[in-house]
């Protein structure tokens, strides 16, 4: 049973490019969570979703940012326009039940220049 | 403002003894409460979990204590061993479903 998957690994973005980070959750998992994490900084909250819906969204910045999680595919977070400080790592974690453990990918680091 | 916070930033222990890991947390309505090691470029991973209504539980060679009274979370960790060298976070619940919120995070480096 693979983990959860998130790619790519690495991406590297200019400012004002558009940044999509992909995150196949565990099987069997339909809740998934996309966190943000600073250097030497704890994981910050951004946003929760069910297949087709957003459940929670209360962590994520009002304009540029947007995520989905379709009936078919992967989760999407998308950031449009980035700037630098957009620059970190993105993690996506996913639970079967949508209450206590998640499970997390190995994140996707977005480097903006 | 974050409403879980760590004691200490930085842990220093040798190969063999025991680690205590402590973390506050300040959500009276939070009732789930989780730790995580993360070690260098890889995502958060789940070392154990402990629910409000107890305030001990053992897994291999870690323990977690909940004292709700002081609204206060530790990790015990028997035995340190090199592969132990990771940053650690408590994460809880808020009384929410499923949004963890994380701490900043300790650094346990283990000599051997």
Redesign the interface.
């Known amino acids: 049973n693979a983990g959860?998957m998130q790619n790519p690994r690495h991406l590297v973005r200019r400012r004002g490019q558009e940044a999509r980070l992909r995150c196949s959750p565990m099987k069997g998992h339909s809740?998934v969570?996309w966190?943000r994490q600073l250097p030497?900084?704890?994981?910050?909250?951004m946003v929760?979703l069910q297949k087709e819906n957003i459940?929670?969204e209360?962590?994520m910045p009002k304009e540029r940012f947007s995520a989905e999680f379709p009936k078919e595919g992967p989760s999407i977070l998308r950031i449009q326009q980035v700037v630098r400080g957009d620059s970190a790592a993105y993690?996506c974690?996913s639970?079967p039940t949508?209450?206590?453990?998640?499970?997390?990918?190995?994140?996707t680091q977005l480097s903006v220049l | 403002g974050e409403s879980v916070g760590l004691h200490l930033p930085t842990l220093s222990v040798q190969e063999g003894d025991n680690s205590i890991i402590n973390c506050a947390y300040s959500n009276s309505a939070s009732d789930y409460f989780i730790w995580y090691k993360q070690e260098s470029g890889k995502g958060p991973q789940f070392i154990i979990d402990i629910r409000s209504n107890m305030d001990k539980r053992q897994g291999q060679r870690v323990t977690v204590l909940l004292n709700k009274t002081v609204k206060h979370l530790s990790l015990q960790i028997a035995a340190t061993q090199p592969g132990d060298s990771a940053v650690y976070f408590c994460a809880e619940n808020g009384g929410s479903q499923g949004n963890l919120i994380f701490g900043k995070g300790t650094k346990l480096s283990v000599k051997p």
């Open positions: 959860v809740h969570y966190y030497e900084e704890g994981l910050k909250f929760y459940i929670d209360s962590g993690f974690a639970s949508g209450y206590e453990k998640l499970f997390f990918g190995s994140g």
